[in-house]
Nanobody, 115 residues
């Protein structure tokens, strides 16, 4: 499985970004799509999850600001990030996950939020 995450960049606090993650193969074959982030010197954080049935879960730190969805026809997962804060600065990774627990990681995309 190959992943191509994009959409990161530099944005001012309060701004928005949309991250995309193109998955090689059928995204529908995975039971979940996840977005993680890792800021420098900090532990990796699971930010958002979308299950194959459409259910979503978010970290408390992003609830109400981030939205995850997937387009199976395009084999792409998205993360819409609004009202960005400097503490959202991190490298963001999308990871498709199978029910077996197997998970794949790509190179990530860097999001930098300036105050």
């Amino acid at each position: 499985v190959q992943l191509q995450a994009s959409g990161g960049g530099l944005v001012q606090a309060g701004g928005s970004l949309r991250l995309s993650c193109v998955v090689s193969g059928s995204i529908g074959s995975f039971n979940a799509m996840n977005w993680y982030r890792q800021a420098g010197g900090k532990q990796r954080e699971l930010v958002a999850v979308m299950a194959s049935d459409g259910n979503t879960n978010y970290a408390d730190s992003v609830k109400g600001r981030f939205t995850i969805w997937r387009d199976n026809a395009k084999n792409t997962a998205y993360l819409q990030m609004n009202s960005l804060k400097p503490e959202d600065t991190a490298v963001y990774y999308c990871t498709p996950r199978r029910i077996s627990g197997e998970e794949w990681w790509g190179q990530g995309t860097l999001v930098t939020v300036s105050s």
